[in-house]
C-alpha cells in the first residue's frame, strides 16, 4: 500500500513546505521510503509514500517512476496482478525492460508504450494512480474497477487536490467545511454510505472504474473511461448457468478461487491470512494457503460476543496448524478509537472499521505487510441474514436493502427533510435494475439487484473502506479473493437460487447455498455454523467518549430534534450507535464544523 497526492495550484506556484507536511500524513501508508517533487514552475506539486510489496525495497526514484522517454511520472497506489504478463508481452517486445521489476515501472512506461487510456485498459488489479504528461501539460488520474483503492479529489479557486485519504486535503484547505447533509443522511441509511461523496464539502471520491484527463492549462476535464461492474454480467452465461448442475458450478468456483489464490498470494514477502471460522474468511484462508503459506493464520476474539472465533481448534485440525488469536476487549476496542477517527476523517462507516484497526495492528507485529481477508463474500455471494426476507413477487420502485437503501429510525432534524436521499437511493436502483432487467423472474430480479447495489454501494463504502484505511495505520496492504475479477465475474453470473435459496429445505443453506458447498468441500458439514456477524464494543467504547449520554454537537450543528423511543433492543442500540459515532467525530473535527 502506498500514498499518492497531488496538488495543482491554480494562482501561481505552491508552497513545497506546505504541501510536503501534507504528504507527512499519508507516511503510514508507505513507511519504507517516499518522494516528492515540484514541477510545472512550481504549479504541480506529486508526493508518495511507498510500502514496497514487489521489486527493489528502494529503487532509485528516476529509474521506475518515470518512463524511459521522460514524458511521463507517475505516483501509485496499488498491485497490478497481471503486470509481469503486460511486462512480457508489450514492454519487453519493445525493448522497454524494467530494471526495478515492478508494476510502477511497467505502469509508467505502458503509458508511453501505449497512451494512458489504452494502458489503463489493460490493467488487471486494486490501483489508484496520477501520471503527469509534461509535454502535453496533462494530468492522468486513474482508479481501479473494483475501488480497491481509494482516491478523493477536491477542487476550489485556489487549488485542485487528488489524495489517497481526505486528511492531506484538510491539511492543505483548513477551511473546507463539514457538509451537514451527509451527515444527516447517514441517520436514514443503516451505515454511512458515501460511495462518491465524503462528510466534507466538495472533497469527493473519484469513482471507480474511471480515468480522468486533466488539461493543466486551463484546469478542464474530461473523463476518457467509465466503467462498472455490470460490464461483468452476461445474460448467455447466466443462462447457462441455470442449466448446470450445482456441483458443476461448484468445480469451476474451486477453480476460479485457486488462480485467484495464486494471483493474490504474495511472494518474496509475509503475509496473513485471516480466519475466523466464518464460511469467507475460511475459504479465503484454505485457498491461498495451498497456493503458498501465511505466515500466520489469525483471527479477533471478542470474548461473550462470538461463538465461532472463540472455538477455533477443529478449524485448525483441518488446516493442519494453529491459528493465532487476538483477544479485543472493551478498552482495546476504546483506545483504538482516537486514531481511527482521525484517519477516516468522518463518523465510522461501522464499527468493524475499528477492528479492522486492530487486526492490522496484530498482522504488523508479526512482521507481515499484506493480510488476506473475505471482504466482498456476503454481498456477492448473499450471505447476509436479511436477504432471506427477499421474497416479493413484483418489482420495488425502490431498493428495499437495509444496507444500500433507506433505513428510518424516526430521528428528526430542524428545517430538513431526506428528500434528497430517498431520490438518490430511487435512481441508483432504477440504474441497477437495468444490470439484470433480463432475468424473466421477478423474484430472482430482485435477489440479484439488491445484492448488486449492496456490492457496488456498501461494499464500496464499508468493506473497503475498511480494509483501505485502517491497514494503512499499521503499514498494512489487504486484499481480498472475493474481490478478484474473475471471483466476481463467477459470482455475478451465478443463478439467484444458488445465492439466497428461500424455498430450499436445508435452512442453513438458504443464504450463499453455492458458497457453503464449496465450504463443505473443504471442510466438512460440521463446521458449517450460522452466521454471527461482525462483533465488536463500538456502543460500550462510544460511552466511554460520550459519558454523559448527551450529544450537544449533534444537536447544535445538525439541529437534532427528536429522538424516538424504541421498543426493541436492537433498534435501540442502532440509535445509539450512531448518536455516538457523530458526536465524537464531531468533537474531533469540531473546527471544521
Known amino acids: 500500500m502506498c500514498g499518492v497526492l497531488a496538488v495543482i495550484g491554480k494562482r501561481g506556484p505552491l508552497d513545497l513546505h506546505h504541501c510536503s507536511g501534507a504528504l507527512e500524513g499519508l507516511r503510514l501508508r508507505g513507511p519504507d521510503f517516499s518522494f516528492e517533487e515540484l514541477v510545472l514552475d512550481g504549479r504541480l506539486y506529486l508526493g508518495q509514500t511507498v510500502l514496497s510489496i514487489v521489486g527493489e525495497s528502494a529503487p532509485v526514484v528516476d529509474t521506475y517512476h518515470r518512463s524511459r522517454n521522460r514524458q511521463y511520472n507517475i505516483v501509485y497506489n ?12 508489450i514492454l519487453d517486445a519493445k525493448g522497454y525492460h524494467c530494471p526495478s521489476d515492478t508494476d510502477t515501472e511497467m505502469l509508467v512506461n505502458l503509458h508511453e ?207 493442519g496448524r494453529d491459528i493465532l488469536t487476538v483477544d479485543v476487549s472493551v478498552d482495546s476496542f476504546h483506545k483504538t478509537l482516537d486514531s481511527v477517527y482521525k484517519s477516516v476523517c468522518a463518523p465510522l462507516p461501522t464499527h468493524s472499521f475499528v477492528s479492522q ?75 441497477h435494475s437495468e444490470v439484470y432487467e433480463f432475468e424473466p423472474n421477478e423474484r430472482d430480479r430482485i435477489i440479484q439487484t439488491v445484492l448488486y447495489s449492496d456490492t457496488v454501494i456498501q461494499l464500496e463504502s464499508t468493506g473497503i473502506r475498511a480494509g483501505d484505511t485502517m491497514s494503512m495505520l499499521h503499514s498494512i496492504e489487504p486484499r481480498s479473493l472475493f474481490l478478484m475479477w474473475d471471483v466476481m465475474r463467477f459470482a455475478l453470473n451465478l443463478p439467484a437460487k444458488l445465492k ?34 461482525f462483533s465488536g464494543f463500538p456502543n460500550e467504547a462510544g460511552r466511554i467518549e460520550v459519558n454523559d449520554g448527551r450529544y450537544p454537537l449533534v444537536m447544535e450543528v445538525l439541529g437534532l430534534q427528536r429522538v424516538p423511543e424504541y421498543s426493541n433492543d436492537e433498534s435501540a442500540r442502532a440509535a445509539e450507535w450512531k448518536l455516538l459515532n457523530t458526536e465524537i467525530f464531531l468533537r474531533k473535527f469540531r473546527d471544521h464544523a
Request: charged letters at 25%.
Open 78 to 89: 496499488g498491485e497490478i496482478y497481471n503486470y509481469r504478463k503486460l511486462q512480457r508481452e
Open 113 to 319: 508504450i501505449a497512451g494512458p487510456a489504452a494502458a489503463y485498459d489493460q490493467l488487471e488489479g486494486m490501483f489508484a494512480y496520477i501520471t503527469h504528461d509534461a509535454p502535453r501539460n496533462k494530468l492522468y488520474v486513474g482508479r481501479d474497477l473494483v475501488c480497491e483503492k481509494v482516491l478523493y479529489r477536491y477542487e476550489d479557486e485556489q487549488y485542485v487536490i487528488i489524495s489517497s485519504e481526505i486528511g492531506p486535503i484538510l491539511k492543505i484547505a483548513p477551511y473546507i467545511r463539514i457538509n451537514r447533509s451527509v451527515l444527516k443522511e447517514y441517520f436514514f441509511t443503516r451505515h454511512l454510505l458515501t460511495p462518491d461523496v465524503s462528510v466534507f464539502e466538495g472533497i469527493e471520491a473519484v469513482p471507480p472504474g474511471t480515468l480522468y484527463e486533466y488539461d493543466l492549462t486551463d484546469f478542464s476535464s474530461r473523463n476518457l473511461r467509465s466503467s462498472d461492474l455490470g460490464g461483468f454480467v452476461d445474460p448467455d452465461v447466466l443462462e447457462f448457468n441455470r442449466r448446470r448442475d450445482i456441483e458443476d458450478l461448484v468445480d469451476e468456483l474451486e477453480s476460479v478461487m485457486t488462480t485467484a489464490a495464486e494471483k493474490i498470494a504474495p511472494s518474496g514477502v509475509d503475509f496473513c491470512a485471516v480466519f475466523s471460522g466464518g464460511v469467507d474468511s475460511s475459504l479465503g484462508s484454505r485457498f491461498v494457503s495451498e497456493v503458498r503459506q501465511p505466515k500466520e493464520l489469525i483471527s479477533l476474539v471478542f470474548p461473550g460476543k462470538d461463538n465461532i472465533s472463540s472455538q477455533l481448534a477443529p478449524f485448525e485440525a483441518v488446516m
Open 357 to 431: 484497526a486492530i487486526l492490522s495492528q496484530a498482522v504488523r507485529e508479526t512482521g507481515a505487510k499484506v493480510v488476506i481477508g473475505g471482504d466482498g463474500g456476503d454481498e456477492l455471494f448473499g450471505g447476509y441474514e436479511f436477504y432471506k426476507r427477499l421474497l416479493s413477487r413484483s418489482y420495488p420502485s425502490t431498493n428495499p436493502s437495509i444496507y444500500s437503501g433507506y433505513v428510518d429510525l424516526g430521528f428528526e432534524f430542524e428545517g430538513w427533510e431526506p428528500v434528497n436521499l430517498i431520490s438518490q437511493i430511487k435512481q441508483r436502483w432504477l440504474k
Open 500 to 533: 439466497v435459496d428461500s424455498h430450499g429445505l436445508d435452512e442453513l443453506m438458504t443464504t450463499r447455498p453455492a458458497l457453503k458447498h464449496l465450504f463443505v468441500r473443504k471442510f466438512g458439514r460440521e463446521l458449517l455454523f450460522p452466521k454471527q456477524g
